[in-house]
């Protein structure tokens, strides 16, 4: 049994939907219906049936479902527990975009090494630019960042997918919405901080698209008290993520959620591992990449914190 085709099945069934399994894999929704069909074929059962807003599993999908999860939850601690044990003594040079290291406080990286003993960790921050480089010329061995850089020769590795907001004044009408929309930001001031790493070039176009203008952020001293001064003053909204502001409480203000209606892809909000592919097969790499994938999650509240 293809261990590949039973990591696709579980996604598909967790999330309900083939076109959200496969953003999360990766893979087109063609290769991830191919795979399920296969897997039922190799069972001789339906596995999944057509829903409203998706699919849901027939009775011995959810059986084979149940199996499933047990198969791979045992299979992944065995190959965890054996690299472990194998393991030599080892370093891993990490670099880490500007904005990012949010997402791994010093207690991961702390709780990582006592799981991990035989593994050393660096940090290094740098512009995206600049961790690119160096990881092509072998100063550092993972780069940590939204940057998704071209050539067959990096390997790229989704951690965890950052929504996308809009944070408005308590007293702004949009403040009791569910959703902002793009046609909401008629006329408004919309704010953006280049360094978030959505990409100035791509949130240009993005705002362009709904003739929207916006007021990049670009100063190094652009702090959170002085973007939300500027939100009140000019009633205006910045569209920015979840993790940038969980670490940052700002009382009088929300976060409303920010739907474009495009492909999640547009905005670029990955948080990706991305090393070259003659490293990927160091062990010590790809569990700190399955470690950070288990590990680093996207947390805010939505109405209390702000």
Request: proline share 6%; net charge negative; charged share 20%.
């Amino acid at each position: 049994m293809d261990f590949t085709i039973l990591r696709y099945f579980q996604m598909a069934a967790k999330e309900q939907s083939i076109s959200k399994a496969a953003d999360e894999l990766y893979i087109s929704r063609q290769a991830l219906s191919k795979a399920i069909k296969r897997l039922e074929e190799q069972l001789g059962i339906r596995l999944i049936t057509p829903a409203a807003q998706g699919i849901r599993l027939t009775p011995q999908g959810e059986e084979v479902y149940a199996a499933v999860q047990h198969i791979l939850s045992v299979w992944d601690d065995t190959i965890s527990s054996i690299a472990l044990n194998q393991q030599k003594s080892s370093l891993i040079r990490v670099g880490y975009g500007h904005n990012s290291y949010n997402l791994w406080p010093n207690d991961h990286m702390r709780h990582y090494m006592e799981q991990c003993p035989k593994v050393r960790l660096e940090f290094k921050s740098l512009p995206p630019d600049q961790l690119v480089d160096e990881l092509y010329h072998g100063s550092l061995d993972l780069i940590i960042s939204n940057v998704r850089p071209k050539g067959k020769e990096f390997a790229c590795l989704p951690i965890v997918r950052r929504p996308v907001y809009a944070l408005v004044g308590c007293q702004d009408p949009l403040a009791n919405q569910d959703v902002i929309t793009p046609k909401d930001l008629s006329g408004r001031h919309v704010y953006f901080i280049p360094y978030d790493q959505i990409g100035v070039a791509r949130f240009s176009q993005l705002m362009e698209c709904f003739d929207l203008e916006y007021i990049p952020m670009v100063s190094p001293d652009s702090t959170i008290t002085t973007l939300c001064n500027e939100l009140a003053f000019h009633c205006g909204v910045f569209i920015t993520s979840a993790i940038f502001w969980a670490t940052s409480p700002q009382s009088g203000f929300r976060l409303k959620p920010f739907d474009t209606c495009l492909p999640h892809a547009v905005f670029n909000l990955d948080i990706n591992a991305i090393t070259l592919r003659s490293a990927t097969e160091r062990q010590d790499i790809r569990q700190y990449v399955e470690y950070l994938r288990d590990h680093v999650k996207a947390e805010f509240k939505q109405e209390d914190g702000l």
